[in-house]
Nanobody, 122 residues
């Protein structure tokens, strides 16, 4: 079965950095686009970033563009999100998500993990 396990969250100061990882199993990771999404307290799920199956193209929400970098290692079945210049408004539960087959948009997920908490505070 599909499993997505996020790690790397924690407490960071404003301006700091964190690197999230997502270990994928139960499907052919290299064949699927993947995304990161987040949910802040009291808010809905927000798409953050997506990457094509071969890593050739990456996309970002305006709120994180220039600060976050998505990448993947298909040999290790792992997705990453490097987060720099963190802001308090980046505080959220971050999810790794598998984009469904035939999706037109990178926020069309069919599986996601349990999430990893990121808190940005001084």
């Amino acid at each position: 079965q599909v499993q997505l396990v996020e790690s790397g969250g924690g407490l960071a100061q404003p301006g700091g950095s964190l690197r999230l990882s997502c270990a994928a199993s139960g499907f052919t990771f290299s064949s699927y686009a993947m995304s990161w999404a987040r949910q802040a307290p009291g808010k809905g799920l927000e798409w953050v970033s997506g990457i094509y199956s071969d890593g050739s193209d990456t996309y970002y929400a305006d709120s994180v563009k220039g600060r976050f970098t998505i990448s993947r290692d298909n040999a290790k079945n792992t997705l990453y999100l490097q987060m720099n210049s963190l802001k308090p408004e980046d505080t959220a539960l971050y999810y790794c998500a598998k984009v469904r087959v035939g999706a037109r948009w990178l926020y069309e997920y069919d599986y996601w993990g349990q999430g990893t908490q990121v808190t940005v505070s001084s």
